[in-house]
T-cell receptor
Framework: EAGVAQSPRYKIIEKRQSVAFWCNPI?????LYWYQQILGQGPKLLIQ????????DSQLPKDRFSAERLKGVDSTLKIQPAKLEDSAVYLC??????????FGPGTRLTVL | GNSVTQMEGPVTLSEEAFLTINCTYT??????LFWYVQYPGEGLQLLLK?????DKGSNKGFEATYRKETTSFHLEKGSVQVSDSAVYFC?????????FGTGTRLTIIP
């Protein structure tokens, strides 16, 4: 069974630039999550989708972050404009309605 | 809201030592509990899980028991190996939202 796919794996940008990350969840998983993991910390949930609807985006900085999940499968997370403090690993995960979440390899973002 | 408190690291042990990493939680209802592991340079992997009180999750020699009376889910292994060096995250899932602890870095020296 294929796992959660993410791209790119690494991205380096300058502050105020824009960046987008892509995630393809495990086939059949209705729930998709984006997490931000800052070095030395646990993952923090940014947004949770159920199919193509948003379930929880309470910790998403909506002035600069946006995410969509068109057609209830793939998802993109965008940052515009980026700040230095956005440097982190962005993790995508998916799950069935119940049960554990499975994580992709992450995208390591460095903002200079 | 839900929260997870995890034993602070880093933890350094000799090979074949006994390992315990403490984890306690606060949650409403009946969450599922998980341990995830992150090996150097890799993504998060599910290590083990327990979905109800008194359940014991186990994998790769690691065990954790869901203790509702003490709201704990401590991770244990009887004899650690160098290859167990990684960061370990305790997590709970309630209402489909996964909440993580801050992680414990484990280093095993030969």
């Amino acid at each position: 069974e294929a796992g959660v796919a993410q791209s790119p794996r690494y991205k380096i940008i300058e502050k105020r630039q824009s960046v987008a990350f892509w995630c393809n969840p495990i086939s059949g998983h209705a729930t998709l999550y984006w997490y931000q993991q800052i070095l030395g910390q646990g993952p923090k949930l940014l947004i949770q989708f159920q199919n193509n609807g948003v379930v929880d985006d309470s910790q998403l900085p909506k002035d600069r972050f946006s995410a969509e999940r068109l057609k209830g499968v793939d998802s993109t997370l965008k940052i515009q404009p980026a700040k230095l403090e956005d440097s982190a690993v962005y993790l995508c995960a998916s799950s069935l309605d119940v049960g554990p979440s499975f994580f992709g390899p992450g995208t390591r973002l460095t903002v200079l | 809201g839900n929260s997870v408190t995890q034993m602070e690291g880093p933890v350094t042990l000799s090979e074949e030592a006994f390992l315990t990493i403490n984890c306690t939680y606060t949650a409403t209802g009946y969450p599922s509990l998980f341990w995830y592991v992150q090996y150097p340079g890799e993504g998060l992997q599910l290590l083990l899980k327990a979905t109800k009180a008194d359940d014991k999750g186990s994998n790769k020699g690691f065990e954790a028991t869901y203790r509702k009376e003490t709201t704990s889910f401590h991770l244990e292994k009887g004899s650690v190996q160098v290859s167990d060096s990684a960061v370990y995250f305790c997590a709970l899932k309630g209402n489909e939202k996964l909440t993580f602890g801050t992680g414990t870095r484990l280093t095993i020296i030969p």
